[in-house]
Each structure stands twice: as C-alpha cells, then as structure tokens.
C-alpha cells in the first residue's frame, strides 16, 4: 500500500493527535544515538507504559523453539536448553510436566540431547538467561489456551457475575490437551465471539504441535505478534479509544493485524501524518522517556520519591521535600505518603520495574493513617496489568511490594 492510499484512509491525523481517552502509540525515537521503535499506552493524558523494542532486532517473548538439551541441574530442579546456537535458556523441570518431543519418549523425563517444543516465557533480565517453558500459550484478545493446565481459569479483574457467566460458556470448550484462560477482555465478549476465537486458538496450537515434531533443531515453530502488537492485544477495550502511528509500515503492519485479529478496534487506528508538530511532540514521548529514566521524580505537594534498582530489589525512599503546607504533622506526612503511593505504583509500570520492591515511607504514627496507606496503595497496584502484589508493612515501617519479571525493565530496554 502506497503512502497516498495510507492518507485517503485515514486523513484525521488532527484527531489522532488530540488528547484525552486512552491512546496507544508506535512510532520511532532516537534513543543513545540510535534510532529505536518505541510503544507507549497513555492514560488520562500521562505515559502509562513506555517500551523499546532491542536496536536491530525484535523482542522473542511468546516465540515457540524447537529446542536441545543442553545439560541438567539436578541440584536446582532445572535444565538449560538452546533454543539457538549458543543462546542457552533456564527451563524450570518442577514446573513442566508434560513436554512436548520432537521424538515420543515413553517418560517424560529429560535427558540432555532431548529435543522438544519451547516457549520463552521471560526475556533475559539483568544477568538471567531468558526463561523457557514447555507449557504452551496462544494468547488471543479474550482468552488463552495453554497446554500446560487442562482446567479453566478465570482473571481475577472480573466481576463475580462475569466469572459466573464466562465459566458457564467456556466449560464446554475444554479440550482433553489444553486448558482455557478467561482474560478480563472477555467481559464483554459475546459466546459466538469466544467460541470463534478459540477455534482459531486450538489451529495455532493444533498445528504448531505437528509441524514443530517434524522441524529441524533451533526452529522456530510459532512466531509472536510484533511486541506492540501483543501489548495491544492485552488491553482492556475500553481504555484506549486511538491508535496512533506515523510509520508507514507500522500503520500497514498494525492495519492487518486489527483486521484479522481485532476487527472492533480498527476504526481507532489513525495514520498521523503531520510534519509538525510531529507525533512525539504532541504526546511529550521523548520527555516521558526521559523522565522515566530519572532516580527522582517530584510530586505535585513538592515531595519526591528516590527510585534506586539494585540487582536484588529495588528500593523506593520517600521524602517530605519542599513541601510548605501548613497542616499538622501527622497530617502532612499521611497526604505526601498517599500521594507518594499513587505515584509509586505508576512508576512500577511505567518502568516495568519487577520482582522485590521495598518502599521508605515517611514514618507515620497513627495506626489508622498507615492503614489508609495500605489500603490506597493495594488499590493503585490493583489497576496493573502485570500481577502486583502489597506483601506487608514490617515493623521498621518498610512496605514490601512484588512484581512479576516478564520482560525488562525500561532501562534495561533502552540501553540493550
């Protein structure tokens, strides 16, 4: 398709950059010299999300590998298997129990020299290998087959009507070889919508397993989706009402994904192809990038957070700063601390910041002000998509805080 043809298509470039609603956006920065792809998802006119794709490549979380065995840890319950020349990956032997061979084995256990159906489940993190499993998933916009859990599960953002109602219609969908995952999408999925979606599941899956058994060693079987296309994919309808690019081929490349995948949300994708002010100005992209990489980020009261990863957990501390209010004390430090905690769980996303995270809040004194804290934290960690969880507050005053490591950090992204 010609740019021309681009441009009939969809000619309301001003609208697609206007703010307000949820807008996802692709297009190209350049990051450290270097031209990059970035996705973003902007909420209520902030960056909510910012991503990097790897300079001259492309993400291989979600790919399916004909991989080898190359060795086994027996003292860690682990095996590293090539899914590539010298591209080793952790693969957890506790957590597999039903691999797929390339050659039928009477047992299921492994021996190095064993070649079976992989799929990265976390990118490499820091100096971790990435991560493979060979419970198998194809993620589409209501639900997920996996061939690792033959039962039905259900996300646990929908509402107990919704649950009642999607576990009466997916039940009968169950196959002897694989289970269902109901994502918070399907809420508002018709049955005939489901239905037509797991077909197309159980295909990929059905011939992802037959032609993967007759591939040549480091194949790849099954290739994700582009990574912005996946991100898209996971989100909540509701929350975006634009899709924005100024690449031509991105526009193209997203424009058939929508058509096959998600024909609803088509009519939000818009072709911005205004010169100036270009795409990133409107949204302020590169100074999101910016700021997201920065250790301290300012509230509004005039506090500030201290943002510090370190290898084994990242430590958030929390400051009165320049605030000059003129409450009492207590009242003071409960208003910063609440307004810190939103931010917080922001800046986890935003940063895609996992694993251990320990927040310094400003010591408080009243119990029931710390429970407030609590209380509004749990429910701003509840709004990630990425599965968040409030551990507990010690007796030092320190929150912990965890995350769930799929793919890098933000910072990790930008400097790979």
């Excluded at 949820?22 to 909510?48: K, P």
């Excluded at 060979?134 to 061939?147: D, I």
């Excluded at 072709?271 to 509230?299: C, H, I, M, N, Q």
């Amino acid at each position: 398709m010609e740019q021309t043809e681009i441009m009939a298509e969809h000619t309301s470039s001003s609208h697609a950059g206007q703010q307000g609603g949820g807008a996802f956006l692709v297009t190209t920065l350049t990051i450290r010299d270097r031209e990059r792809t970035v996705y973003a998802f902007y909420e209520n006119d902030h960056a909510a999300e910012l991503s990097c794709l790897p300079a001259g490549g492309e993400s291989i979380l979600g790919n399916i590998y004909v991989g080898k065995v190359k060795n086994i840890a027996a003292n860690i319950s682990a095996a590293f298997i090539e899914i590539a020349n010298g591209q080793l990956c952790y693969y957890a032997l506790n957590d597999n129990d039903a691999p797929i061979f390339t050659t039928p084995k009477k047992k299921n256990t492994l021996v190095a020299g064993d070649e079976l159906l992989v799929q990265v489940s976390r990118e490499a993190v820091k100096t971790k290998a990435p991560t493979v499993t060979a419970n198998l998933n194809f993620a589409g916009k209501y639900l997920v087959l996996t061939s690792g859990k033959h039962h039905l599960g259900l996300s646990s953002k929908l509402s107990p009507e919704d649950k009642q109602r999607l576990r009466t219609i997916a039940e009968p969908f169950l196959g002897k070889d694989f289970g269902i995952i109901v994502r918070t999408n399907a809420a508002e999925a018709s049955e005939d919508e489901l239905r037509a979606e797991l077909g197309e599941l159980t295909e990929a899956y059905r011939y992802t397993v037959e032609t993967g058994r007759n591939r040549a060693c480091f194949s790849l079987v099954y290739k994700e989706p582009s990574a912005y296309a996946a991100r898209l994919r996971g989100l909540r309808a509701d929350s975006f009402n634009k899709i924005v690019t100024d690449r031509a081929d991105i526009y193209r490349e997203l424009k058939a994904y929508l058509t096959d995948r998600q024909p609803a949300d088509l009519p939000k994708l818009y072709f911005y192809e205004e010169t100036a002010p270009s795409l990133d100005s409107v949204y302020g992209l590169s100074k999101a990038f910016e700021e997201a990489g920065k250790e301290r980020v300012w509230l509004k009261s005039g506090g500030y957070l201290v943002i510090q990863p370190t290898e084994a957990l990242t430590v958030v501390d929390i400051n009165t700063g320049k605030y000059t209010g003129k409450k009492k004390k207590d009242d003071t430090f409960l208003k910063i601390n609440l307004e810190a905690a939103r931010e917080l769980a922001r800046q986890l996303r935003l940063r895609n910041l996992s694993g251990i995270i320990v927040a310094d809040f400003i010591d408080m004194d009243r119990e029931e002000d710390k429970q407030t804290l609590m209380a509004v934290l749990a429910s701003e960690l509840k709004k990630d998509p990425v599965r968040t969880s409030l551990v507990d507050m010690t007796p030092l005053g320190l929150v912990e805080i965890t995350r769930k490591k799929v793919q890098k950090t933000l910072a990790e992204q930008v400097n790979s």
